[in-house]
């Protein structure tokens, strides 16, 4: 299994990025998606989240608003969109893609820097 993290960089306050993971090696149509960031100096924490099918998600009340989780069951990526980007929202961004109760398995991360 393979998930592969892109769409980071720096962007000013304000501004936007789209986030995409790409899976491979793995029935993505069956896994729960969701989205992870850590900081430094602090834990890693759940952002976003979306549900095999895409009916349903949740996000952290951080970023409730400004952010938008989906996923293209036939190109097996999610993507996360985030727009009106904070410097708060500076960390390394993290795939995760679940089955049911099996190990969960992580992407690489990818930089996330909102400054001017």
């Known amino acids: 299994v393979q998930l592969v993290e892109s769409g980071g960089g720096l962007v000013q306050p304000g501004g936007s990025l789209r986030l995409s993971c790409a899976a491979s090696r793995l029935t993505f149509s069956r896994y729960d998606m969701s989205w992870y960031r850590q900081a430094p100096g602090k834990e890693r924490e759940l952002v976003a989240a979306?549900?095999?099918?895409?009916?349903?998600?949740n996000y952290a009340d951080s970023v409730k608003g400004r952010f938008t989780i989906s996923r293209d069951n036939a190109k097996n990526t999610v993507y996360l969109q985030m727009n009106s980007l904070k410097p708060e929202d500076t960390a390394v961004y993290y795939c995760n893609g679940r089955q049911g109760a099996y190990q969960p398995y992580w992407g690489q991360g990818t930089q996330v820097t909102v400054s001017s």
């Open positions: 979306i549900t095999s099918t895409g009916g349903s998600t």
